[in-house]
């Protein structure tokens, strides 16, 4: 059974940086499409980002294009998001997402659904 496990979410000032990780355990990372959901309080969930099995296909959403870039790390097992010039409405719980397929720029298009397998999330709070 895959396991995610999320880190680097806190609290951060408007304009500010986070990086989030997602660990992944019990199989490899190669295996898999990687993806970014994140769910602000009274809303749906969202599609953030999203990184190809083989790595050189990156999908963003409109909100954080430009903003935001997700990378990966076989070796590691490990997938990131760099988030830059953070928006007060960037918070949220973000969420990392496995796929037993090469691409997820579809998933992430649907709010996640149809992923495989889901981490618990971390925080992100942007706020002065």
């Known amino acids: 059974q895959l396991q995610l496990v999320e880190s680097g979410g806190g609290l951060v000032q408007p304009g500010g940086s986070l990086r989030l990780s997602c660990v992944i355990s019990?199989?490899?990372?190669?295996?898999?499409?990687m993806a970014w959901f994140r769910q602000a309080p009274g809303k749906e969930r969202e599609g953030v980002s999203c990184?190809?099995?083989?790595?050189?296909?990156?999908t963003y959403s409109d909100s954080v294009k430009g903003r935001f870039t997700i990378s990966r790390d076989n070796a590691k097992n490990t997938v990131y998001l760099q988030m830059n010039s953070l928006k007060p409405e960037d918070t949220a719980v973000y969420y990392c997402?496995?796929?037993?397929?090469?691409?997820?720029?579809?998933?992430?298009?649907?709010?996640?659904?149809?992923?495989?397998?889901w981490g618990k999330g971390t925080p992100v709070t942007v706020s002065s």
């Open positions: 997402a496995a796929v037993t397929a090469d691409y997820c720029s579809g998933y992430v298009h649907m709010g996640g659904r149809g992923m495989d397998y």
């Open positions: 990184i190809s099995r083989p790595g050189g296909t990156k």
């Open positions: 019990g199989s490899s990372l190669d295996l898999y499409a």
